[in-house]
């Protein structure tokens, strides 16, 4: 079994910046694509951020230039800089992994959740 965990969420006033992290751990033979999603209340849930095994990135056009997606494939983690925060960044941020274990196929992952608010 594998298990995400996200830090750093928080409280920022717009303008601001904050640094998301989540990290992989249990039963682990490789991680494909890794991602960051979003949902705001009320609002469907939404990718934010993609990054490859190979390194390639996605973003969604509203954080285009703003965020910055990056991996450790040796610590199995992946993380969002946040940059230029605006009040419509706030929703909770789901880290998301496509895991194998050794002998298995992927089998994709989510994360509990870290709750965002970019508020004056």
């Known amino acids: 079994q594998v298990q995400l965990k996200e830090s750093g969420g928080g409280l920022v006033q717009p303008g601001g910046s904050l640094r998301l992290s989540c990290a992989a751990s249990g039963s682990i033979f490789r991680v494909d694509d890794m991602g960051w999603y979003r949902q705001a209340p009320g609002k469907e849930r939404e990718m934010v951020a993609l990054i490859t095994k190979g390194g390639g990135t996605i973003y969604a056009d509203s954080v285009k230039g703003r965020f910055t997606i990056a991996r450790d494939n040796a610590k199995a983690t992946v993380d969002l800089q946040m940059t230029s925060l605006k009040p419509e960044d706030t929703a909770v941020y789901y880290c998301?992994?496509?895991?194998?274990?050794?002998?298995?196929?992927?089998?994709?992952?989510w994360g509990q959740g870290t709750q965002v608010t970019v508020s004056s």
């Open positions: 998301n992994m496509d895991v194998a274990s050794a002998g298995s196929r992927p089998t994709n992952y």
